[in-house]
Antibody, heavy 118, light 112 residues
Framework: QVHLVQSGTEVKKPGASVKVSCKAS????????VHWVRQAPGQGLEWMGW????????VYAQKFQDRVTMTRDTSISTAYMELNSLTSDDTAVYYC???????????WGQGTQVTVSS | QSALTQPASVSGSPGQSITISCTGS???????????VSWYQQHPGKAPKLMIY???NRPSGVSNRFSGSKSGNTASLTISGLQAEDEADYYC??????????FGTGTKVTVL
């Protein structure tokens, strides 16, 4: 079955960068897109962008256009999301999600807590 | 891209039916007449779970008490025969004309 395993908790200082990984198993990695979604404490879900794991092409939400980079390593079936210039507003749980339909998030990772604090 | 609009909270008694609305625009919910609206259930501290995709379809394993529909720029999720385990946050999501995705503001469902 499809399984997404994300990297562990991160604590960063303002201005730093964070890179979260998402290792996929149970399907052909290059067949699906991987999306990244975040959720700040007590807030709703926020879509950040997606990566086509076959071509490496990306689409980012306008809000993150200048600060986010999504990549993948097909040799180890892993997608990455790097966010730069962190502020306290970036404190959130970050999820990766995927599925056979580009527009649907069938499977989710367990989430990665990122805390930004001085 | 603004978030889709959902009611902040909806409540019902066990066995009742409730409906959650999700209002968007021609740039998302009603884009090109496509049916790219999904619904997700999230319990506290857990990752979201897909409940409905392409407006009306249920993934394997999701109870048939959950159903979806769409009229104009508003999609809806109906939960019939409300159960205690249905108490959770619910989010709609839609593909947009910018090839991006957008979530709804979220609805807290309370079982009285």
């Amino acid at each position: 079955q499809v399984h997404l395993v994300q990297s562990g908790t991160e604590v960063k200082k303002p201005g730093a960068s964070v890179k979260v990984s998402c290792k996929a198993s149970g399907y052909t990695f290059t067949a699906y897109y991987v999306h990244w979604v975040r959720q700040a404490p007590g807030q709703g879900l926020e879509w950040m962008g997606w990566i086509n794991c076959n071509s490496g092409g990306t689409v980012y939400a306008q809000k993150f256009q200048d600060r986010v980079t999504m990549t993948r390593d097909t040799s180890i079936s892993t997608a990455y999301m790097e966010l730069n210039s962190l502020t306290s507003d970036d404190t959130a749980v970050y999820y990766c999600a995927t599925g056979p339909l580009i527009v649907t998030f069938d499977y989710w990772g367990q989430g990665t807590q990122v805390t930004v604090s001085s | 891209q603004s978030a889709l609009t959902q009611p902040a909270s909806v409540s019902g008694s066990p066995g009742q039916s409730i409906t959650i609305s999700c209002t968007g625009s021609s740039s998302d919910v009603t884009i090109y007449n496509y049916n790219y609206v999904s619904w997700y259930q999230q319990h506290p501290g857990k990752a979201p779970k897909l409940m409905i995709y392409e407006v009306t379809n249920r993934p394997s394993g999701v109870s048939n008490r959950f159903s979806g529909s769409k009229s104009g720029n508003t999609a809806s999720l109906t939960i019939s025969g409300l159960q205690a385990e249905d108490e959770a946050d619910y989010y709609c999501s839609s593909y947009t004309s910018s090839s991006t995705q957008v979530f709804g503001t979220g609805t807290k469902v309370t079982v009285l």
